[in-house]
Nanobody
Framework: QVQLVESGGGLVQAGGSLRLSCAAS????????MGWFRQAPGKERDFVAA????????YYADSVKGRFTISRDNAKNTVYLQMNDLKPEDTAVYYC???????????????WGQGTQVTVSS
């Protein structure tokens, strides 16, 4: 079992930055692929970024490449999403998720946090 708790969302103007955190508790944090997804009202849950297991390889959606950075601190069992140059279309609820293996598909992730709202004003 893995429990995930996100924090760091909020309201920011276009061009601003936010850093989301996902604190994980439970077993074998480093053995899981950790991902960030987002869901805007009336839309599907979309892949944002992910780590493949305990390694350093990262993956990003094309829409956030060059603006968002995923990182992890294994000593703190925490995954971060640094979001720079935010745009109004980045507005969504952001979710942290864990899976036994990397996938860009939300259906492959077993454990989910409660989500944190990010709102970007124009």
């Amino acid at each position: 079992q893995v429990q995930l708790v996100e924090s760091g969302g909020g309201l920011v103007q276009a061009g601003g930055s936010l850093r989301l955190s996902c604190a994980a508790s439970g077993r074998a944090f480093t053995s899981y692929a950790m991902g960030w997804f987002r869901q805007a009202p009336g839309k599907e849950r979309d892949f944002v970024a992910a780590f493949r297991g305990s390694g350093s390889r990262t993956y990003y959606a094309d829409s956030v490449k060059g603006r968002f950075t995923i990182s992890r601190d294994n000593a703190k069992n925490t995954v971060y999403l640094q979001m720079n140059d935010l745009k109004p279309e980045d507005t969504a609820v952001y979710y942290c998720a864990a899976s036994s293996s990397y996938s860009p598909h939300y259906s492959e992730y077993t454990y989910w946090g409660q989500g944190t709202q990010v709102t970007v004003s124009s």
